[in-house]
Each structure stands twice: as structure tokens, then as C-alpha cells.
């Protein structure tokens, strides 16, 4: 295990040495919320942020397992491709907009925008979301263990998203969808690879009603 210490290493000195091996266990002290931690990894890495993370933690984020043991802020995961993303506390907007693959765990909860523009990342949420996230979502999952804001899956795609509490909205083109058996063991596996614990009984499903997909004057208002 490698120590890395924010408060005698700048942020471009920490990734340039996450940057410089294939195989390793990182542990970074003192984040003091900077921004732009753990970026760009694309090796089978393991780094632990001890404390708080600022904007941009692990963003496009390939191979690599990254922990932030407490919050993170605004893009946390941004476009990432593979690998794992875990935050033990909340994190702010637009989590892990435009991921294309891997699975982003929240154990708290996360504002607004979460899983905009997702391409194929798995998201669990152990908490609540804000409004609009699942934006314009076109693959991947959102497993969400609390509650939603208003606008939840507006101009959704082909991305699928689980909410055990309460939805304030749905946003345009939005719906409520039938939960089958794949989809109650599409929960079951990212519930146990969040390690986190809920029946996937609880949850309700929600998905792209395909009427915006094409312009159609009979929808404008909804555009």
C-alpha cells in the first residue's frame, strides 16, 4: 500500500503517480475536498480517499477501484468507462454523467441530475436523488433506495431506473413500467455488488414511454 498526502503533494503530483503503475493499493490522506482527484485512471488500481473529495473525483475513471470515504462534489465518476466508483457519504450533481460502463455506489444520497446523459453505467444510490436525474439517459441502470425529485427519466432512452420511495415527478416521455422477473434480478445483482440491502419487491420501474424518439407536432409540447 502506497500513502499519498495532499498536504506536502499537490493533486497533479498525486495522479501523476496513480498514473505511473498498472497494479497497486493507493490510500490518499488529507483530500481536504480538492478537486480533480483520482482523474483519468485506466489501470486495475485501488484508491481510498480518506476524507472529503471536491469536484471531478474519478472522473473517466477506467479500470480502477476508487473509495471516497466521506462526500463528493459535483461530477463525481464523470464519462466513466469501467471499473468501480464507491462514496461512503453524499455527493453532489451530476453524478456520473455520460458513464459509459462500470457501477457507481452512493451510499448517502445525491443531488440533482445524477445519471445524466448515462451511455451504460450502473448506479446505486443508497439514499435519495434530486431533481431531473436519468436526464436524457440512454443506457445503463439507477437503482435508487429513497426517494426522487420532480422530473425523474425526462427524455429518457433505453436506460432503466429503480426507485424504492417516493417520485415527486416524472419528467417528458417518462413512465411507469411493469416490473418482470429479469428486472427484479437486474436489482438483486446490483444491490449485492453495492453491497447494500433492500427486497427488489420494493422498488417501482421506470422507463422511456418511445414517444419523443421521433418529432411529432402531436408532442410538441412535451420537445
Known amino acids: 500500500m502506497t500513502q499519498l498526502d495532499l498536504t506536502t503533494l499537490s493533486v497533479r503530483d498525486v495522479n501523476a503517480a496513480l498514473h505511473q503503475v498498472s497494479q497497486d493499493t493507493f490510500h490518499l490522506l ?62 453532489s450533481q451530476s453524478l456520473a454523467a455520460s458513464g459509459h460502463g462500470g457501477l457507481v455506489v452512493v451510499e448517502g444520497s445525491a443531488s440533482a441530475r445524477a445519471g445524466i446523459s448515462m451511455k451504460g453505467v450502473d448506479i446505486v444510490v443508497g439514499g435519495d436523488v434530486g431533481h431531473m436525474s436519468a436526464f436524457m439517459a440512454q443506457a445503463g441502470h439507477l437503482v435508487v433506495l429513497g426517494d426522487a ?17 417516493a417520485v415527486a ?4 416521455d417518462c413512465i411507469e413500467k411493469p416490473m418482470e422477473t429479469d428486472h427484479l434480478a437486474t436489482i438483486d445483482q446490483l444491490l449485492k455488488r453495492a453491497n447494500l440491502d433492500a427486497n427488489p419487491k420494493d422498488f417501482t420501474r421506470f422507463g422511456s414511454a418511445r414517444r419523443l424518439y421521433h418529432f411529432s407536432i402531436d408532442h410538441m409540447d412535451e420537445y
Open 149 to 165: 425529485g420532480t422530473d425523474l427519466g425526462d427524455s429518457i432512452y433505453e436506460a432503466e431506473i429503480y426507485v424504492r420511495g
Open 30 to 91: 488529507n483530500p481536504g475536498g480538492a478537486h480533480a482527484l483520482a482523474c483519468g485512471l485506466n489501470a486495475e488500481i485501488s484508491v481510498t480517499v480518506e476524507g472529503h473529495a471536491g469536484y471531478y473525483c474519478a472522473g473517466m475513471n477506467k479500470h480502477a477501484s476508487v473509495t471516497v470515504t466521506g462526500n463528493a462534489g459535483t461530477g463525481c465518476a464523470e464519462n466513466i468507462m469501467s471499473g468501480e466508483v464507491h462514496v461512503r457519504g453524499d455527493v
Open 169 to 172: 415527478g416524472l419528467g417528458a
